[in-house]
């Protein structure tokens, strides 16, 4: 098999939903989408959704990486030789991993397109769906209680709740969700925006609450504070933003600075970085989640078929495209009171003559 065409489209997409983290106010997203064509008319699509924080990349340098590097290194290239492929794009993309991990969702839906089997199985399919978190950005206490409720009702029965800018009043919030709905699943992601004392003071003030899991209090330039949070608590601290590399997942597990990592195909660089990073996590005893940025559905697709292959991924985090106005790819999965299912069909699930 050979790689004969490849296109790409950029999608502009609004928010219906704006939210605020502790670093920003987001209310829109660009992802591009990669078509690959071969000689045996299987075709494979990836998703890149480029982020100057997360990703380290703006929409020009994808457009450019996808025009002058992605392009005329691919064409008349063997999609089996994925290993190959990717090692030597990732020298050539340099950091720009939305971009490379785009390529790796493509070539990994060919793959399976031809194995005639949806992704998570081609991967492994050790299991069929998964629970996944919605998230809360900043906000009131007021409209903070309504969001929950609203998604409670929707059927979802885990809340991440994102903090980091006022320590009291994420203690309330925490605090005031748990009593009006006590049976929810909640997570706290501080997006860095805690010392290592604040951290603390968090989880000793919200003990009663049982929060399943605490991402990223601190900041990145300090990794040593998120070793310190997690000697100091009882709940599982886990690593995102200080997580992007194989590398990273070693240091992080080798100094024993996080109980779990969050796996964003975006930020790593596809399905094949996400597995060996899995399997570090594995090694050192460390769950692992699936999380995402503003993704339209194909790229979530990724994420939850990758999720859905390993028994180390025990968590998702997987609602980037739920406030996506006219996400082309929302069918290619089930979403159904909170769990995901994906659908039979082969690789991701989407090709032009199914929709």
């Known amino acids: 098999m050979r790689i004969t065409n490849l296109s790409f489209e950029r999608l502009d997409l609004k928010l219906s939903d704006p939210y605020t983290i502790a670093y920003e106010t987001i209310d829109r997203t ?36 996808i025009k002058n590097i992605i392009i005329p290194y691919l064409r008349g290239k063997d999609p089996f030789t994925y290993a190959l492929l990717l090692l030597e794009l990732k020298e050539l993309l340099v950091k720009r991993s939305s971009a490379l991990a785009m390529v790796d969702m493509a070539l990994f839906d060919i793959m399976s397109k031809k194995a005639e089997v949806p992704l998570y199985k081609f991967l492994g399919g050790f299991r069929t769906h998964i629970a996944t978190s919605i998230t ?27 903090g980091g800018s006022n320590l009291e009043e994420d203690i309330a919030k925490m605090r005031s969700i748990h009593e009006r709905y006590p049976n929810v699943e909640l997570r706290f992601d501080g997006n860095q925006g805690y010392s290592v004392k604040e951290s ?14 605490f991402e990223q209090p601190t900041k990145i330039e300090a ?61 050192a005893k460390l769950d692992a989640m699936v999380g995402c940025i503003d993704e339209c559905g194909l790229g979530i697709a990724a994420g939850l078929h990758f999720a859905l292959s390993r028994p180390n991924i025990v968590y998702a985090d997987l609602d980037g495209h739920l406030d996506i106005i006219d996400d082309p790819y929302h069918s290619i999965f089930k979403l159904e009171k909170g769990i995901l299912y994906p659908t039979e069909e082969y690789g991701l699930g989407y090709s032009e003559t199914n929709f």
């Open 30 to 65: 660009s992802n591009f989408i990669l078509k690959i064509e071969t000689d045996s008319r299987i075709v494979g699509y990836g998703c890149a959704a480029p982020d100057p924080v997360v990703t380290n990349e703006s929409p020009s340098d994808v457009t450019d990486a």
């Open 223 to 283: 990794e040593e504070r998120l070793g310190e949070v997690t000697g100091q608590v009882s709940i599982p601290v886990m690593a995102d933003e200080s997580l992007k590399t194989l590398t990273d997942a070693f240091r992080l597990a080798q100094n024993e600075r996080v109980d779990m990592v969050n796996i964003k195909l975006q930020k790593v660089g596809g399905i094949w970085v996400g597995m060996h990073i899995n399997s570090v996590a594995k090694a």
């Open 200 to 213: 603390v003071d968090f989880v000793k003030a919200t003990a009663a609450i049982g929060i399943e899991i």
């Open 136 to 162: 809360i950005g900043i906000m009131g206490l007021e409209e903070t209680l309504s969001y929950a409720s609203e998604f409670i009702q929707q059927g979802f029965t885990i809340l991440k709740i994102k």
